[in-house]
């Protein structure tokens, strides 16, 4: 596809998979530059066979660029993303400074693609790397019936945090095998080898950590369902890749189980697993991939319209870097960007 590109933040986690996941499809921009902080520049990073330096984010670094892919720090976002706008570009954040902002979509391109006509802010957010899987899976059962609650319990492994979560995890992990003190955690609020962790997030003022706020708020704008009832519990589980989600969901009828499956067998981006041939979902198969797995599709046997279910997908790829690529993909497909 012939846009130009920048990756903002191409050396941390989610950006460094970006570069990948731009590879793996087939993106042969007719230029891309890398950019990160201060602290980054001198480094080089490798590109469809070709060395690029990495370049000092700064307003300069705008100019001719048609999609800017970004992965920064929120805060990092605010100021630039507007910046990279009056350019001329086109963003797609992963940050979640735009996410609950009415004038940016945030899409899953096999949920909502369409949103990607209303960016008035020349901004498309790229959801939470919990809410995108879960809206992969419910949008299939919700066209069976419409979705009246949904419960969900995650279990969200260290590369959450980024590139500082695997570090702090890895020098956790090696003492914790080895029987030595594990050191004091860096990145992780507590000690995450050996232990789970369910307040590894700011708590906001409702009692509910930033995250499961961000669960519930999103999976409503994506679903277009602001009406929605969402209940989310959030915990850090010792995973280097990929989230796992508990989900119940309650539907306006009642759902059978071989229903449920049919639906979500042909769904996009969606594998089911099948239990009965002693298949379930682990991250551990879901890592390093780009679809989100679904199984264990049960009744609940407290509650005829609601079936429980289990969902896990890679939280870099899936639940950040390929999906913003997709979103790319899809705006140069829609016409919204133009090759040139
Ligand atoms: N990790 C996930 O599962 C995940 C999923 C969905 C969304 N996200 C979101 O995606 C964003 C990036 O996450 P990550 O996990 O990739 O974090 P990360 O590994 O910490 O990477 C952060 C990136 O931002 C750059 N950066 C930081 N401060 C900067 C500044 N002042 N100017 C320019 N560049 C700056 C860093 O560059 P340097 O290396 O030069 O510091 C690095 O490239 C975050 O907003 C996060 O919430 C993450």
Same mark, same amino acid.
């Given at each position: 596809m012939d846009v130009s590109l920048a990756v903002v933040g191409a050396t941390g986690a989610v950006g460094e998979l970006i570069r990948r996941v731009l590879e793996e499809q087939g993106f042969t921009p007719s230029t891309i530059k890398f950019l990160a902080s201060a602290k980054s520049v001198g480094k080089t990073v490798t590109f469809r066979g070709k060395e690029y330096p990495v370049e000092l984010l700064r307003p300069e670094a705008f100019d001719g660029v048609q999609i800017v892919l970004s992965s920064t720090p929120a805060g990092v976002s605010k100021e630039y993303a507007p910046i990279a706008v009056r350019a001329g570009a086109i963003v797609v954040d !992963?940050?979640?400074?735009?996410?609950? +902002?009415? +004038?940016c979509p945030l899409v899953v391109p096999e949920v !909502?693609? #369409? #949103?990607?006509?209303?960016?008035r802010k020349g901004i498309v957010a790229n959801p939470n790397c919990v809410a995108i899987p879960l809206a992969v899976a419910l949008k299939p059962l919700a066209d069976l019936s419409p979705l009246r609650r949904i419960v969900v319990a995650t279990y969200q492994s260290s590369s959450g945090k980024g590139a500082t979560g695997l570090i702090d995890f890895a020098a956790q992990l090696t003492a914790y095998a080895a029987g030595t003190p594990v050191p004091k955690p860096t990145a992780h609020r507590a000690q995450l080898a050996g232990n789970v962790i369910t307040l590894d997030w700011t708590l906001d003022d409702n009692g509910y950590t930033e995250e499961e706020n961000k669960v519930v708020h999103e999976t409503r704008k994506i679903l277009g369902r602001p009406d929605l009832g969402v209940s989310a519990t959030c915990v850090r589980v010792p995973v280097k890749v990929a989230h796992c989600e508990a989900v119940n969901v309650e539907f306006a009828r009642p759902i059978g189980v071989e229903e449920a499956k049919a639906a979500l067998a042909k769904a996009p981006g969606v594998v089911l697993m099948d239990e009965t041939k002693g298949e379930f979902p682990q991250p551990i198969h879901a890592a390093g991939t780009d679809h989100t797995y679904v199984g264990r599709v049960r009744l609940d046997p407290s509650n005829p319209n609601a079936l429980n279910l289990w969902i896990v997908a890679d939280n870099l790829r899936k639940g950040a870097a390929t999906n913003a690529v997709q979103c790319a993909a899809e705006l140069v497909r829609r016409g919204i960007v133009k090759p040139r």
């Amino acid at each position: 596809m012939d846009v130009s590109l920048a990756v903002v933040g191409a050396t941390g986690a989610v950006g460094e998979l970006i570069r990948r996941v731009l590879e793996e499809q087939g993106f042969t921009p007719s230029t891309i530059k890398f950019l990160a902080s201060a602290k980054s520049v001198g480094k080089t990073v490798t590109f469809r066979g070709k060395e690029y330096p990495v370049e000092l984010l700064r307003p300069e670094a705008f100019d001719g660029v048609q999609i800017v892919l970004s992965s920064t720090p929120a805060g990092v976002s605010k100021e630039y993303a507007p910046i990279a706008v009056r350019a001329g570009a086109i963003v797609v954040d !992963n940050s979640s400074a735009w996410r609950m +902002d009415p +004038d940016c979509p945030l899409v899953v391109p096999e949920v !909502n693609p #369409e #949103e990607l006509h209303h960016a008035r802010k020349g901004i498309v957010a790229n959801p939470n790397c919990v809410a995108i899987p879960l809206a992969v899976a419910l949008k299939p059962l919700a066209d069976l019936s419409p979705l009246r609650r949904i419960v969900v319990a995650t279990y969200q492994s260290s590369s959450g945090k980024g590139a500082t979560g695997l570090i702090d995890f890895a020098a956790q992990l090696t003492a914790y095998a080895a029987g030595t003190p594990v050191p004091k955690p860096t990145a992780h609020r507590a000690q995450l080898a050996g232990n789970v962790i369910t307040l590894d997030w700011t708590l906001d003022d409702n009692g509910y950590t930033e995250e499961e706020n961000k669960v519930v708020h999103e999976t409503r704008k994506i679903l277009g369902r602001p009406d929605l009832g969402v209940s989310a519990t959030c915990v850090r589980v010792p995973v280097k890749v990929a989230h796992c989600e508990a989900v119940n969901v309650e539907f306006a009828r009642p759902i059978g189980v071989e229903e449920a499956k049919a639906a979500l067998a042909k769904a996009p981006g969606v594998v089911l697993m099948d239990e009965t041939k002693g298949e379930f979902p682990q991250p551990i198969h879901a890592a390093g991939t780009d679809h989100t797995y679904v199984g264990r599709v049960r009744l609940d046997p407290s509650n005829p319209n609601a079936l429980n279910l289990w969902i896990v997908a890679d939280n870099l790829r899936k639940g950040a870097a390929t999906n913003a690529v997709q979103c790319a993909a899809e705006l140069v497909r829609r016409g919204i960007v133009k090759p040139r």
